[in-house]
């Protein structure tokens, strides 16, 4: 999109039919002391098109871009192959110009693929109904905490030491403004956390993480069976959403609500964004459930046709009543989550999610033949973590200028922490080869 600006005329009737004589005079309202009293110091000047292109590729040749070495980053944003199939059938022209505004039925195609994409969340987590997405996994966790606090009048949330400290932090934020007392639990690197005592009549809901920020693999049967005697609620939390390829959906555990980061199909890593994010939750619970959900009906010629059959979000409905303020339901990147699932197949995801695995065990074995190497996971998925003899973040650096990136150290997300500088998190994924785990264990050697 060509950015057009405004002629001197153009200025010049918008500020009249306003009645000021400048445009400086649209900023007497902010305080003095408060205005540059000139452009920003060490910004360049304006530059033609070609100059900003040639200056922005040098700058692009400064990062190390997960395609180009040895990656094994994870911890929440994981490395996989988005087919080129996706970003084209993202440019036809029924997506691109499509959108869902106040009068969405106007919008078929909009509605449609956001039908079948609630329908293929609901397939994967084992739940009854999911919504039209959220922003991503981190702030659909902090919506479904508040949506238990609704749904339970308690006050209490009790987040597992296992959760990513980013959705901790964002739930803590979100909801400790709203009143709610957030019990963040240790970071629990062994996985042998017991929360099912921590629960009574006060608490709203248990948030839990599988796999876990550590990379353990847990079970939440009996854990769902004791919150409920007690009147909770219990959320889980998926950050790596192939690995419901593989694993047991947490609908079948007993899960209230489930939230996933859905970044890991269809979206690439993007320095962090824009995400996806999924929720789903029991039909029961539906009306109380944060954002937009499609439905499916006929029109008055008996035809097929989709509709927004809830609509809880304050532009919606009046805020008194609103379940959220949620605003979008990242609709480009929905939409290639939906288109990518659509090309793997049932069979293809679960392929997907069995490669992820085999390719993440073989890594742990060879680190784990390393000296002072040793994998703290008996179960995990695609990543798992590692005690390494000297602190991670140290060798994590070394290893970058070899242009080798090893794993996210713990003591990034907890930097606060003490006892996990030596742990490292490591993530292996469908992309990395055998000769990317050999260059990952010979600069281990090197450096340890």
């Not at 309202?29 to 000139?38: F, K, M, S, T």
């Not at 691109?96 to 994409?117: D, M």
């Not at 296992?162 to 690197?189: K, S």
């Amino acid at each position: 999109m060509r950015y057009l600006p405004l002629t001197e005329a153009d200025r010049r009737s918008m500020l009249a039919t306003i009645g000021v004589d400048s445009v400086d005079a649209l900023f007497r309202d902010v305080p003095e002391g408060a205005r540059l009293p000139g452009p920003i110091p060490g910004l360049p000047n304006h530059m033609g098109e070609l100059q900003v292109e040639r200056h922005l590729s040098r700058l692009s040749t400064k990062n190390l871009t997960a395609g180009c070495v040895p990656f094994f980053l994870g911890a929440g944003a994981y490395k996989h192959h988005v087919p080129a199939s996706v970003d084209q059938i993202l440019l036809r022209g029924e997506f691109l110009t499509s959108y869902t505004p106040y009068q969405p039925e106007v919008s078929q195609g909009t509605l449609q693929y956001l039908f079948e994409f609630q329908t293929q969340v609901a397939l994967l987590t084992g739940m009854d109904v999911a919504n039209a997405s959220m922003y991503d996994g981190a702030t659909g966790t902090a919506e479904a905490v508040l949506m238990a606090n609704r749904i339970t009048k308690r006050n209490k949330a009790i987040l597992s030491g296992g959760l990513h400290p980013h959705y901790r932090e964002v739930t803590q934020t979100t909801c400790g403004v709203m009143g709610m007392d957030i019990q963040a639990q240790t970071p629990d690197p062994a996985g042998k956390e017991d929360l099912a005592g921590l629960v009574d009549d006060q608490t709203a809901c248990v948030v839990v993480q599988t796999p876990s920020l550590f990379g353990h693999l847990s079970d939440f049967t009996a854990l769902c069976t004791a919150a409920h005697a007690k009147g909770a609620l219990v959320i889980v939390v998926v950050t790596e959403v192939v690995s419901l390829g593989l694993l047991t959906p947490p609908g079948q555990m007993g899960a209230d609500i489930v939230v996933c980061e859905g970044q890991s199909i269809g979206n690439a890593l993007n320095f962090g964004g824009p995400y996806v994010g999924l929720f789903a939750t029991r039909e029961k619970f539906v009306r109380q459930m944060p954002g937009r959900l499609c439905g499916q009906t006929v029109d008055a010629e008996g035809k097929r046709g989709f509709v927004l059959t809830l609509s809880t979000r304050e532009q919606h409905i009046r805020r008194e009543k609103a379940t959220s303020n949620i605003c979008t339901n990242s609709g480009l990147c929905a939409l290639a989550f939906t288109i990518h699932l659509s090309l793997l197949g049932e069979e293809g995801f679960s392929r997907l999610a069995r490669i992820n695995h085999a390719n993440a065990v073989l890594l742990a074995e060879k680190l784990a033949g390393l000296k002072g190497v040793e994998v703290l996971n008996d179960s995990f998925f695609n990543e798992f973590t590692v005690k390494l003899p000297k602190k991670a973040a140290k060798v994590v650096e070394k290893l970058a200028k070899q242009q080798i990136l090893a794993g996210v150290p713990v003591s990034r997300l907890y930097p606060a922490e003490d006892g996990l500088e030596k742990l490292l998190l490591v993530a292996c994924t469908e992309t990395n080869t055998e000769s990317d785990m050999d260059a990952l264990v010979r600069g281990l050697e090197e450096v340890l």
